[in-house]
Antibody, heavy 118, light 111 residues
Framework: EVQLVESGGGLVQPGGSLRLSCEASGFSFSGYRMHWVRQLPGKGLEWVSRIKGDGSDTRYADSVKGRFTISRDNPKNTLYLQMNSLRVEDTAVYYC???????????WGQGTLVTVSS | QSALTQPASVSGSPGQSITISCTGTSGDIGGYNFVSWYQQHPGKAPKLMLYEVSNRPTGVSNRFSGSKSGNTASLTISGLQAEDEADYFCSSYTSGSTLWVFGGGTKLTVL
């Protein structure tokens, strides 16, 4: 059974940093691209970032480019999102999601809440 | 404002069918058959319901179906059941630098 468990969320001041983690199990982690997707307070979903299975290629939404960094540790089956220069508008529930084979996100974690506020 | 446009809410009675639309552009829905749909119950993670416009993952009821015409995709749920009450989001791969876009979500109420 595929399981994704996020951690690392919390309250941070504008301009601060936070690192999210996502522990994966139930599938061959290194064989799959992984994503971060966030859900804003108004409920809309926004794709944040993607990383290839071997970590060789990363992509970012324009809204986070230059501030967020996605990475992975395949031996530890763990995905990360380093978030710097956080803004109020980054407040959201952050989900990690496994990449399907057809440009979809086939499994999602339960999410971790990030609140950026002074 | 979300990149894909969905109605904010739809409703139907048990046993009826409903359709949720999702409108994008030629750079996303209109340019690719990589449209997916997700169901989200309150406080839960999104669940994949359809991929590549109309394909169902293993375990998803055949009451859920999808289609696409031009820049608009649609999700149809037939034989509505109380458990279908949830938020539904569409998503599409896109040619832009932001690789995936989502709709703002549609709240389905089963009357």
């Amino acid at each position: 059974e595929v399981q994704l468990v996020e951690s690392g969320g919390g309250l941070v001041q504008p301009g601060g940093s936070l690192r999210l983690s996502c522990e994966a199990s139930g599938f061959s982690f290194s064989g799959y691209r992984m994503h971060w997707v966030r859900q804003l307070p108004g409920k809309g979903l926004e794709w944040v970032s993607r990383i290839k299975g071997d970590g060789s290629d990363t992509r970012y939404a324009d809204s986070v480019k230059g501030r967020f960094t996605i990475s992975r540790d395949n031996p530890k089956n763990t995905l990360y999102l380093q978030m710097n220069s956080l803004r109020v508008e980054d407040t959201a529930v952050y989900y990690c999601a496994k990449d399907g084979d057809h440009f979809e996100h086939d499994y999602w974690g339960q999410g971790t809440l990030v609140t950026v506020s002074s | 404002q979300s990149a894909l446009t969905q109605p904010a809410s739809v409703s139907g009675s048990p046993g009826q069918s409903i359709t949720i639309s999702c409108t994008g552009t030629s750079g996303d829905i209109g340019g690719y058959n990589f449209v997916s749909w997700y169901q989200q119950h309150p406080g839960k993670a999104p669940k994949l319901m359809l991929y590549e416009v109309s394909n169902r993952p293993t375990g998803v009821s055949n009451r859920f179906s999808g289609s696409k015409s031009g820049n608009t995709a649609s999700l149809t749920i037939s034989g509505l059941q109380a458990e279908d009450e949830a938020d539904y989001f569409c998503s599409s791969y896109t040619s832009g630098s932001t690789l995936w876009v989502f709709g703002g979500g549609t709240k389905l109420t089963v009357l």
